[in-house]
């Protein structure tokens, strides 16, 4: 069988498409070995039921990409809550408890100091709490930003935030007041664990 016996050729009634769309056809003929034309002449009405299809598989795959990624992202959560955060719930409690705790006693020591060591004692007053977030919580704010920067630096805000009140209350200890502390340091705390448990940020 030669190249000629194998030609297709694709005949178009453009004319028919104008004035009567209905009718027309697309007419294929293949000529074989008999030299007989088959004619195949699908309607313009079996395209739409194809472009259907197309479009539902373009819909799909655009959806299964999406439903992997938030799937993806959920598992990175679950992992980073029961790897980093709960098993590290405890540091955080103690370094709440204990900046509660040593405030409460700075205060009630200022409040017993003579005048002339005033100055002196509140300046050693406010180094003991800077320093607990050392010894309690300072590695673990370094573990969140190995994952998530953004996160990490949220934390550390909530705990200068809460610095800075103990040292205003210091500053200030003839005016405090017990509970307003304890209320003060709990909000804090609830933030930090709110932040904690609102997983890592879209980008990470």
Avoid at 4 to 11: H, L, P, T
Avoid at 140 to 168: G, K, P, R, T
Wanted: net charge positive.
């Amino acid at each position: 069988m030669n190249d000629s016996q194998n030609k297709i050729e694709y005949f178009l009634d453009v004319n028919s498409i104008i004035k009567k769309p209905h009718e027309s056809e697309l007419h294929i003929s293949i000529k074989g070995t008999e030299n007989k034309p088959v004619t195949y002449s699908p309607n313009i009405g079996n395209i739409i039921p194809m472009l259907g299809l197309i479009a539902t598989l373009v819909i799909f795959m655009l959806q299964n990409k999406k439903q992997n990624k938030t799937r993806k992202k959920s598992l990175k959560e679950n992992w980073f809550l029961t790897i980093i955060v709960q098993p590290n719930l405890q540091l955080i409690n103690e370094y709440y408890n204990s900046i509660d705790s040593e405030l409460v006693q700075l205060i009630n020591k200022l409040k017993k100091t003579n005048r002339t060591s005033i100055d002196i004692t509140k300046g050693k007053s406010m180094n003991i709490i800077k320093k607990i977030k050392y010894k309690h919580i300072f590695d673990f704010i370094i573990l969140v930003q190995s994952h998530d920067n953004a996160l990490a630096q949220n934390i550390n805000d909530q705990i200068q935030e809460i610095e800075d009140y103990c040292i205003e209350q210091l500053d200030d200890f003839n005016n405090t007041n017990e509970s307003d502390i304890k209320r003060k340091i709990s909000e804090n705390k609830s933030r930090v664990i709110a932040l904690l448990y609102n997983g890592l940020s879209i980008n990470s």
